[in-house]
């Protein structure tokens, strides 16, 4: 059976074990202190799940943010079209999280869970009540206080405190300035650094592959524990989150579709066409960077994007342009916050657009790696939240195959953006 059937398999069995044996069972010697102790004891393989995904989380950000920021050399050879294509990826990037963001708080999926369960999860929880306390508090400084504040601690004075720490935006910024550092190297030292890097990242990646096969039963356990708290009345807070996710993906593949039309002058279905191919790869296998070799292929021949192009924006794009998970990632958030009633103040707001973009840079090509730079995103908004991911973990893999597919999507489409800047920085000038 293939790992996301075992996660909705495990989902299912979450739901039914909280249900029958939890602290809100229909079987009356469960009911109660019971069930509750129960739950707590078999949330012991979740709360370990959620450890090992913590764990890998520093490392693999910190080498996969210096390797898309190290092989960013090839942007000086492209003169002022490379910077543009930069700043195309960051802009989309940020809309894709708004488009997110905003989606979640005009339809608040959280709030199906209803009032009174809310405060019941609240109740439970006494760490989130004293966060939203100080939250307000927080908010009662002064924004430009905050954001001074903020901008300073982003600033990390020691680099190994802060990985010790999990400050991950600090993180973020020592990985950006390192990865800078490594550009300026001669090409041997580069090479060798280079290749030290690739060898932790590629090791990285093979410790999530390896926790991954341990969600299905990670999932079963956290699910099983937040329906014996919640009852069955939190599914309906999990399907509207699906419904507004797929809702903003579909807003942003409008949004590539009409650069598509603008800038390259391809009909929308003409596009689509085209590179089907890829985007039903993507969909299959979640992995942006295994349908990379397709993706190249099907933008030269169907689309007549020179070699040139799709060889420097594509592999660039895989790494760095992330709009669906970005996307995903807003929606989580403020999902994860208004199920356990975190208010969200414009400061807040406005970390998670800066987190989720910094950490789109850093995520790696391969399946489940949204969930990594999510519990990155949520730690720097809320922490006492973090175990909240496992709400959605058991949706995960479906959204996972849908923002793929808008991920590769976006990649084509910078394609097509590139290809105008390289056509108009070849023109001889008057």
């Known amino acids: 059976m293939k790992i996301h059937n075992k996660i909705l398999l495990g989902m299912g069995l979450g739901i039914l074990t909280g249900w029958l044996f939890g602290a809100h069972s229909p079987i009356e010697f469960f009911n109660g202190e019971i069930g509750q102790r129960l739950m707590l004891n078999l949330n012991l393989v979740g709360e ?82 004293k966060n939203v306390g100080n939250l307000a508090h927080s908010q009662s400084a002064g924004m430009l206080e905050l954001i001074r504040k903020n901008l300073l601690d982003m600033i990390p004075s020691n680099p190994v405190d802060s990985m010790a720490k999990t400050q991950i935006l600090q993180i973020i910024v020592f990985a950006l300035f390192f990865g800078m550092g490594i550009t300026t190297l001669q090409e041997k030292k580069k090479k060798t650094l280079m290749e030290i890097c690739h060898a932790i990242n590629d090791i990285m990646v093979y410790l999530v592959e390896k926790i991954i096969l341990l969600a299905p039963y990670g999932v079963f356990t956290l699910m099983a524990d937040a329906i014996s708290k919640q009852g069955l009345g939190i599914l309906n807070a999990l399907i509207a989150y699906f419904f507004t996710v797929v809702f903003g993906l579909l807003l942003q593949l409008c949004f590539y579709l009409l650069v598509v039309k603008l800038v390259g002058g391809f009909s929308p279905l003409h596009f689509l ?128 195959m849908c923002r793929t597919t808008v991920n590769v999507c976006g990649d084509c489409a910078a394609c097509i953006v590139m290809n105008l800047f390289n056509r108009e920085s070849s023109e001889p000038k008057p």
Do not use: W
């Open 48 to 129: 370990i799940f959620l450890k090992l995904l913590k764990m890998v989380v520093v490392p693999l950000i910190f080498f996969s943010m210096v390797l898309g920021i190290a092989s960013m050399d090839n942007v000086a050879s492209v003169g002022k079209a490379g910077s543009r294509i930069l700043l195309y990826f960051l802009s989309t990037t940020a809309l894709a999280i708004t488009i997110g963001v905003g989606l979640a708080l005009v339809i608040e999926p959280g709030t199906y869970l209803g009032e009174q369960k809310r405060l019941e999860l609240m109740a439970d929880n006494v760490e989130i009540a």
């Open 273 to 400: 066409t085209q590179m089907r191919e890829a985007l039903i790869l993507a969909f299959s296998t979640s992995s942006s960077s295994a349908t990379l070799p397709v993706t190249m292929r099907l933008a030269e021949k169907g689309l007549g994007i020179p070699p040139k192009t799709t060889s420097f924006v594509l592999p660039l794009g895989a790494t760095i342009n992330m709009d669906g998970t970005a996307l995903y990632q807003g929606v989580a958030v403020v999902f994860i916050c208004q199920v356990y009633g975190h208010a969200l103040g414009p400061l807040e707001l406005l970390t998670i657009v800066i987190m989720a973009t910094m950490a789109s840079i850093g995520a790696a090509g391969v399946p489940g790696a949204g969930i990594l730079t999510l519990v990155m995103v949520l730690d720097s908004v809320a922490p006492v939240l973090v175990a909240g991911i496992a709400l959605i973990l058991g949706v995960d893999r479906i959204l996972d």
